[in-house]
């Protein structure tokens, strides 16, 4: 018998959840009898006279605990990314990793060439605020150099104490120096999901995270759109942009509120454990109304689910830019009441059969990052008809200016298409989308 516990999460200990960029599943195995492969006695010979070398010749005394120890995460760090050795702290973080409260940076990260390289930076955390951003990589901690430490080793120096600093220096694609960015470390608590009206019918839901509620709290939100709006939307933007992904049965639950049928994901591995398929139950939140799926490559895992699954079953059109390519399921296996093996067991795949991992998801119309700023007014406004002396009066203009309100706060907002290009696009391509639907 196995107790399984769906807690996907791509953790950074410390730093926001874990360790690294992870999708697994919580496996806790009995003591089935387990086949032995053949031992490769000569390599363990090997293996043996080098631990004595070690005991005996190195510079200074080694506990054959620190050896084994070390020797075992090698052998699983040496698999993949996301393989890993956890010991009882790291362990701990990964079994509290959903929670959505949690003292650090904000960030997800992995490692890379040596470097930790940010996966994202998650909403209103002292990273976000700081301005990391995805794809940065860190080669500097305060006065440390981040090359030929562990993750978890630099994990460890960017934890600390609510209130205290950390300078990290990054190395960013398109500049010309590294970057010193100064960061307060903080308890921070994830709002997983957030709303608000783009325009009247038009509504906007942005999860930053995959936390267990992160479903519920998504239909709670659709549903009070739906009210601030008469009763219905025309049409909902889901912005998923550097979303690092978080648990599976939340990308199942977000993926299943816009279905009605269908496969949602499946995963696919060497023992039967690690095959598992997801379905969709009848009731779209929408009634079919169009949606725009916004991602970039700080989105990875759950939500390239998320974005896989809408785009395969046709219900979504997905903007940006390819994901992050994170499509391995890793399984957790206590060794003690202290340690574990986290190990990659599966893939998972989109509804087509598709395999996200190193691949991503290449979004139906590419928007590539550009930087826009106002055209100049140079105070010419160019003729018009009602400009023209003895113009014929419309009719019924007037009657139209009487029905027409404004506030002064949305004169003075700035534009959408300023504080956020890619989703000003998306609310363009929404309603053209409701606008054909309709017609």
């Given at each position: 018998m196995r107790f399984l516990k769906r807690d996907f999460a791509l953790v950074t200990a410390g730093v926001i959840i874990g360790i690294t960029l992870i999708f697994g599943q919580m496996v806790l195995a009995d003591k089935n009898p387990i086949v032995k492969p053949d031992l490769p006695i000569d390599d363990l010979r090997a293996f043996s006279e080098i631990f004595g070398r070690i005991k005996s010749s190195y510079v200074e005394p080694v506990e054959d605990k620190e050896l084994l120890e070390n020797a075992i995460r090698g052998m699983l760090s040496g698999l993949d990314p996301h393989s890993a050795y956890l010991d009882l702290g790291e362990f701990k973080d990964l079994r509290e990793g959903t929670s959505g409260e949690f003292g650090g940076l904000g960030i997800e990260v992995s490692m890379e060439d040596g470097f930790v390289k940010v996966v994202a930076p998650i909403d209103e955390t002292p990273a976000a605020e700081a301005g990391v951003k995805s794809g940065d990589l860190i080669i500097r901690l305060d006065?440390?150099?981040?090359?030929?430490?562990?993750?978890?080793?630099?994990?460890?120096i960017m934890r600390g104490e609510p209130g205290s600093k950390?300078?990290?220096?990054?190395?960013?694609?398109?500049?010309?120096?590294?970057l010193k960015l100064e960061l307060t470390r903080a308890i921070i608590k994830v709002k997983s999901v957030r709303t608000e009206t783009l325009e009247s019918g038009y509504g906007y839901v942005r999860i930053s995270t995959f936390q267990s509620p992160t479903g519920e709290n998504l239909r709670d939100a659709i549903n009070q759109l739906k009210?601030?709006?008469?009763?219905?939307?025309n049409g909902l933007v889901l912005d998923l942009r550097n979303n690092p992904g978080g648990v599976l049965d939340a990308a199942v639950e977000v993926s299943d509120a816009f279905l009605n049928k269908g496969m949602i994901v499946y995963t696919d591995g060497r023992i039967e454990d690690s095959d598992q398929k997801f379905h969709a139950k009848p009731g779209d939140m929408l009634n079919g109304a169009p949606i725009v799926v916004l991602v970039n490559g700080g989105s990875a895992s759950a939500s390239e689910i998320v974005a896989g699954a809408l785009q395969d079953h046709k219900r979504a059109v997905i903007l940006g830019t390819k994901t992050f390519g994170k499509g391995s399921v890793q399984t957790v296996?206590?060794?003690t009441n202290e340690t574990a093996v986290k190990m990659t067991t599966a893939r998972y795949y989109t509804p087509s059969g598709r395999s996200i991992q190193a691949d991503g998801i290449?979004?139906?119309?590419?928007?590539?990052?550009?930087?826009?700023?106002?055209?100049?007014d140079n105070g010419f406004q160019p003729l018009r008809e009602v400009d023209l002396s003895r113009?014929?009066?419309?009719?019924?203009?007037?009657?139209?200016?009487?029905s027409e309100t404004s506030s002064a706060e949305e004169e003075d907002k700035q534009p959408l298409a300023l504080r956020d290009?890619?989703?000003?696009?998306?609310?363009n391509l929404l309603k053209g989308m409701s606008i054909m639907s309709n017609r």
């Open positions: 006065d440390t150099p981040v090359k030929g430490l562990s993750l978890a080793e630099a994990v460890d950390i300078v990290l220096t990054i190395i960013r694609e398109g500049a010309d120096k590294p009210t601030d709006n008469g009763g219905k939307l296996m206590p060794l290449e979004p139906d119309i590419k928007l590539d990052a550009l930087q826009i700023s106002a055209a100049e113009h014929l009066e419309n009719g019924l203009l007037e009657e139209a200016e009487k290009y890619p989703l000003s696009q998306a609310l």
